[in-house]
């Protein structure tokens, strides 16, 4: 069975992710995973490196519409 996930972890800078119910608030040396289903919306109040894992295949969709 694959699991699709998504892994957030912060190098250096701010990094805020939003959910449907909560904030996700991470700072360097810290990280998350989001399991696949979850919507959320990561972004960065400042400058920010993040080291993102997710598994080939995905296909990232932002915003609809967008190119």
Do not use: C, W
């Not at 250096?12 to 989001?34: A, C, F, N, Q, Y």
């Amino acid at each position: 069975m694959r699991t699709k996930m998504n892994f957030f972890y912060v190098v250096s800078g701010h990094l805020l992710i939003d959910l449907e119910d909560r904030l996700i608030d991470l700072t360097p040396g810290k990280g998350v995973v989001i399991p696949k289903g979850v919507r959320h919306r990561p972004r960065a109040p400042e400058r920010t490196v993040i080291l993102l894992v997710e598994r080939a295949g995905i296909v990232p969709t932002g915003t609809p519409g967008a190119q």
